[in-house]
């Protein structure tokens, strides 16, 4: 059986690390790495509302507004620009099509703002 709220508190827990492990990447220059992390951040904060609504395991993908959906969340237009944008910055690992631009540190800096508004939103959610 299932243990929802230890799946939730995981997902949430190891958001908050990988948002302080990107913001650390932003703030060092290193922005296409440390927005893969922010990415990965908000990904798995919304796996956790997956996980509270749906009450099981969340999927394994790594599309925001689909974790959305499944969530049952309503988003506003705001918060859909932030996670479309926030989309861009999931890396294939391997032999990629394409890598995103690689932002300025500024620019980096403002996504970041967007996706810590994004996850606090979510964790109000839980």
């Given at each position: 059986?299932l243990?929802i709220?230890?799946?939730i508190e995981y997902?949430?827990?190891?958001?908050e690390?990988?948002?302080?492990?990107?913001?650390?990447?932003?703030h060092?220059?290193?922005t296409r790495?440390?927005?893969?992390?922010?990415h990965?951040?908000?990904?798995k904060?919304?796996k956790?509302?997956v996980?509270?609504n749906?009450?099981?395991?969340?999927?394994?993908?790594?599309?925001?507004?689909?974790l959305?959906?499944l969530?049952?969340?309503?988003?506003?237009?705001?918060?859909?620009d932030?996670?479309?944008?926030?989309?861009?910055?999931?890396?294939e690992g391997?032999?990629?099509d394409q890598?995103?631009?690689?932002?300025?540190?500024?620019?980096?800096?403002?996504?970041?703002g967007m996706?810590?508004?994004l996850t606090?939103w979510?964790?109000?959610?839980?």
């Amino acid at each position: 059986m299932l243990n929802i709220p230890k799946q939730i508190e995981y997902w949430v827990r190891t958001a908050e690390e990988d948002f302080e492990v990107g913001s650390g990447l932003i703030h060092a220059g290193k922005t296409r790495h440390g927005l893969f992390f922010v990415h990965l951040a908000v990904e798995k904060t919304l796996k956790a509302c997956v996980c509270k609504n749906q009450k099981a395991t969340p999927p394994k993908t790594h599309n925001l507004m689909h974790l959305c959906r499944l969530a049952g969340l309503d988003v506003d237009i705001q918060r859909q620009d932030a996670i479309e944008t926030l989309s861009r910055f999931c890396l294939e690992g391997r032999y990629p099509d394409q890598w995103p631009a690689i932002p300025e540190r500024e620019e980096a800096q403002h996504y970041l703002g967007m996706a810590e508004e994004l996850t606090q939103w979510l964790k109000k959610q839980l």
